[in-house]
């Protein structure tokens, strides 16, 4: 595990305290960190102007109500990157949230990653969740004339089944 990659983690757990909900760390260079939704913007700024986490590679949702710890929520992944800073160019940090699956909302990081326009749209339509702040929030993939239920929550039957 790289010392940089122990060192932000350790810093984060320093600066924002309880907005850090859980941490996960690999010794392959894999870091979760999972913050409030309301800390996620100064969390992704510290990250960008403090360890030169220059740009997001994915976005990624996930439906968490029908896995073996359920939990009525959706979360939001964002993995992180740098070209910068040799160090943490092979780490993969993830950053991450939950939000409440009935009323999935949260800020847009657009302002801290520009990267992350289509990401963010891309999941706004998969999974409903909106994206506060967001300049350009509309369809990306689907149809027009999509009228059901964003199709990557697990309530989603496709039509035939």
Known sequence: MSETVLTVVQELENKFGKALLEKAVDTR????????????VAVARFLRDNYGLDHVKAVTGVDLSRLLKKEDKIEVIYHLGSYTRPELATADIAL?????????????LIDVWPSVEFHEREVYEMFGVVFEGHPDLRRLLLPEY??????????????GR
């Not at 991450?96 to 699956?101: A, I, P």
């Not at 999509?146 to 039509?159: A, F, R, V």
């Open 29 to 40: 260079k894999l870091v979760k960190i999972i913050v409030d939704a309301a800390s996620l």
């Open 96 to 108: 991450s949230t939950k939000l409440d699956k009935k009323s999935p909302r949260m800020p847009s």
């Open 146 to 159: 999509w009228s059901d239920i964003p199709p990557m929550l697990k309530e989603y039957e496709p039509p």
